[in-house]
């Protein structure tokens, strides 16, 4: 077991290390260098996980020296918890309040800690080895920084086409409606400054019913509401690699017309937000 995950490992980290050496990234592999000269943010690194197993051992193998790990499951039937816990003794290991990703999100951000905070997929298909550039953007200026595979130098290995032309029309829209220019709404590959949290204003933990938010539509709310609230945003060059195991929670169509639908929810909330109040009526 443990070759066949070597064997995978390098050939995947072969293909995301010839996509690095091909861009203008952060070549070192620890935070510290995405920092120089500055004083270091702690960074914590957020892992959704939903019997993942087998492909935690490529995420640990490419992750580098954070702060803190939270490892939040989604009632996993495998020994995703186990293998976490080997991996790394000292995550924060916790299981989400509801189903679905956008609730795996909201509960590790409540639990951490750190200056800046990361969102990576548990998959192998996020590389944990950009997580400096990631680091640097922030530092550099920006509030928010937006994972692409659309810049120049991004890239990936496993959209499909029906994917792209869904999320070339999205990122359209968004960009025609909010003044933004994303070239990647769809990604989850973010990474943010933690004190912006509120901003985000994301769906509570502490409910058992199901909350809008809480499914793959939560990179959009995230995006639309930082760019809503005026917060500086910067891409970042990003290899989205191939799932190493097991089958994609995300459909294509159900998932786009949830996203299209969450455009337009918060369009009308953009809009009743910056709405003049109206004028109290007068007496005669």
């Given amino acids: 077991m443990a070759k066949a995950i070597d064997i995978v490992v390098g050939a995947i980290a072969s293909k995301q290390n010839d996509h690095r050496e091909n861009c203008d990234c952060v070549r070192e592999a620890d935070i510290g260098s995405a920092v120089e000269g500055t004083a270091r943010p702690t960074v914590t690194v957020v892992i959704p996980t ?48 509801r189903r679905g990703k956008g609730n795996a999100l ?78 990647d709404l769809c990604y989850g590959y973010n990474a943010f400054w933690r004190e912006h949290l509120t901003v985000l204003d994301l769906p509570r933990t502490d409910v058992q019913e199901a909350q809008w938010g809480d499914g793959f539509e939560i990179e959009t709310v995230i995006n639309v509401r930082v760019a809503r609230n005026g917060l500086k945003i910067k891409e970042v060059s990003s290899f989205e690699g191939k799932r190493i ?40």
């Fill in 106 to 183: 909201a509960c590790a951000f409540e639990v951490s800690t750190c200056d800046i905070v990361v969102m990576i997929d548990a998959d192998g298909s996020t590389d944990p080895a950009e997580i400096p550039d990631f680091v640097a953007a922030l530092v550099s200026g920006a509030d928010f920084a937006k994972g692409s595979r659309f810049t120049s130098s991004g890239g990936s290995d496993d959209i499909t086409q029906l994917r792209r032309l869904g999320n070339k029309g999205l990122n359209w829209l968004v960009n025609q409606l909010f003044a933004t220019k994303f070239t």
């Fill in 245 to 284: 195991y097991g089958r994609s929670n995300l459909n294509a169509v159900t998932d786009g017309l949830r996203v299209l639908r969450t455009i337009g929810r918060e369009r009308r909330l953009h809009r009743s937000a910056t709405a003049p109040a109206k004028a109290p009526a007068t007496s005669r």
């Fill in 50 to 97: 939903r019997n993942e197993a087998r492909n935690l051992p490529y995420v640990a193998k490419r992750m580098p020296p954070v702060d803190q790990i939270i490892v939040v499951d989604g009632s996993s039937v495998d020994n995703t918890i186990e293998v976490a816990r080997q991996l790394w003794p000292d995550a924060l290991i916790i299981n989400q309040s």
